[in-house]
């Protein structure tokens, strides 16, 4: 083909090619391979490639993994107080120790990675399956909001927790305490130890509860959404050791039941009952707990019956934690 062949309109496309950094041949390939699968309509090329943009551009739509993590703090603000700070810490747990994970954008982020990042900022089993959830929930939230499009986390196996032996209270352990708690400040703390002890409620929840949610004369706590830990509403019963300890306390029926400053008293308490870290004799947590469940199972023979005093989801812990608990039948339920 001689030059002066050329029209006028195919060489302002050579100029704009020219232009555009692009050699002719190579974009003439490109509209063909377009035409080749819209089978040769134009519009439907124009139309795909337009497609094609936009998809590109919402997949490069993203965000740094501490602005997800804001993102899943701000959505957490309705949640209690506790569960905002242990979402908290977890996730500056990671931020802490992995290098330059503050601005890493989080479409870019394997599953690979995410367990290697569990494995660096937790010790524990324990603490990186807590990890593992304070994880999956910032990429979820990145989820909703388009920044990536799958949660990594989801592809990263859970650590498997081998639940210990629980130890329980004995009897005289029990007498000890509570002595101690009533004579401690006049008994200021004694409803809440006795309603921990023989009614399994949680240090969190009994501190959240008032004394209109106790019903004496229908032997019950209504343990409400706002108090329980999982959100749900429960009803525990109150048994005769319980009752008879209500019954005989002189104090106001309005109001919390929990004196102010209540984590002060009751560390100083069980200090005061003779558990100390410096002598050798730890106070464990959910030992009350614990030694109520153990005891309940022991009387009643009834999963199905201690996981509603509990408030658990399913009898699966109950059986793994509780089946071998071995110790003194402390807890005289009648």
């Known amino acids: 083909m001689k030059y002066k062949d050329i029209t006028q309109e195919e060489i302002a496309a050579i100029i704009m090619f020219r232009e555009m950094g692009m050699r002719v041949t190579e974009a003439v390939g490109y509209v063909q391979r377009s035409l080749q699968l819209c089978r040769g309509n134009l519009r439907r090329a124009v139309r795909c490639v337009e497609l094609g943009t936009e998809q590109m551009r919402q997949r490069m739509k993203t965000v740094s993994f501490e602005k997800a993590v804001n993102l899943a703090m701000k959505e957490r603000e309705g949640l209690r107080k506790r569960t905002q700070s242990d979402f908290r810490y977890l996730t500056q747990r990671f931020l802490k120790v992995v290098p330059g994970l503050a601005a890493r954008r989080v479409r870019s982020v394997s599953s690979k990675e995410c367990a290697q990042w569990l494995e660096l900022a937790f010790s524990t089993p324990s603490q990186r399956k807590k990890g593992r959830a304070a994880l999956s929930c910032v990429f979820s939230t990145a989820v909703r909001f388009g920044y990536c499009d799958v ?32 004579s401690y400040k006049g008994g200021i703390c004694l409803p809440a130890v006795a309603i921990m002890l023989y009614a399994g409620v949680r240090p969190q929840e009994v501190a959240r509860l008032t004394w209109e949610d106790v019903h004496q004369r229908e032997r019950c706590i209504h343990i409400l959404p706002r108090h329980s830990k999982t959100g749900g509403a429960r009803q525990v019963t109150i048994y005769e050791p319980l009752a008879r300890i209500l ?60 996981q509603q005093e509990l408030g658990h989801r399913s009898s699966r812990l109950l059986r793994t934690r509780y089946l071998s608990a071995v110790g003194e039948f402390s807890i005289a339920f009648q």
């Open 151 to 182: 949660n990594p986390v989801s592809r990263v196996r859970a650590p498997r927790v081998r639940e210990k032996r629980m130890r329980i209270l004995s009897r005289g352990e029990i007498q000890e305490l509570l002595r101690t708690a009533g």
């Open 247 to 306: 019954q005989r306390i002189c104090c106001r029926k309005q109001g919390k039941i929990c004196p102010p400053d209540w984590r002060r008293h009751w560390q100083a308490l069980h200090r005061a009952a003779g558990w100390c870290k410096e002598l050798g004799r730890p106070w464990q947590p959910d030992v009350l707990r614990h030694t109520f469940a153990s005891c309940h199972l022991a009387t009643f023979h009834s999963y199905e019956r201690l």
